[in-house]
């Protein structure tokens, strides 16, 4: 199972440019991604690894980067092609993390997706692709005080 997870506004923002993270705090919603991805693959991109890598301490990761960086604590692809291709390997579950680029790219490969809305007005730069939603069946909902959580499943 290929699965997109991620946390937005509204307007779909899901962070700076900058790379310091989520414009939010949102500790009960964190908490349900760290749940989720736990000892599963993940697979990122590189400025969504640095910021976050040291709360995933117990999945195997998978960095997308055009750089020649290594990692200590995970294996660095070209592309999201090869890193899927060897997170298949893993025989877990295969979590695509962020950010925006891996987003628009890993959707092509995903046949689920855990979507956190976040409630309130907050500004970013980086932002969760659209996405053909006539292609997606919401499967599941639950509306918490501060973001709502949705699943879907590709049609």
Not at 103 to 115: C, R, V, W
Request: aromatic residues 12%; charged residues 25%; negative net charge.
């Amino acid at each position: 199972m290929i699965i997109i997870i991620s946390a937005m506004t509204r307007d779909r923002v899901i962070g700076n440019a900058a790379g310091d993270g989520m414009p939010w705090h949102v500790p009960e919603e964190y908490q349900k991604f760290l749940d989720f991805v736990g000892d599963q693959t993940v697979i990122m991109g590189r400025k969504s690894f640095e910021i976050f890598q040291g709360d995933m301490s117990s999945s195997t990761k998978f960095v997308v980067s055009r750089s020649d960086r290594q990692y200590p604590n995970a294996i660095v692809c070209r592309s999201i092609e090869d890193a899927i291709e060897k997170a298949k390997a893993t025989g877990n579950d295969i979590y695509i993390a962020g950010g925006g680029m891996i987003y628009e790219l890993g959707i092509l490969f995903a046949n689920k997706m855990y979507l956190s809305t976040i409630k309130g007005d907050f500004t970013g730069n980086t932002y969760f692709p659209s996405f053909d939603e006539t292609k997606w069946i919401l499967t599941d909902h639950e509306d918490h005080e501060r973001f709502e959580f949705n699943v879907y499943e590709r049609a």
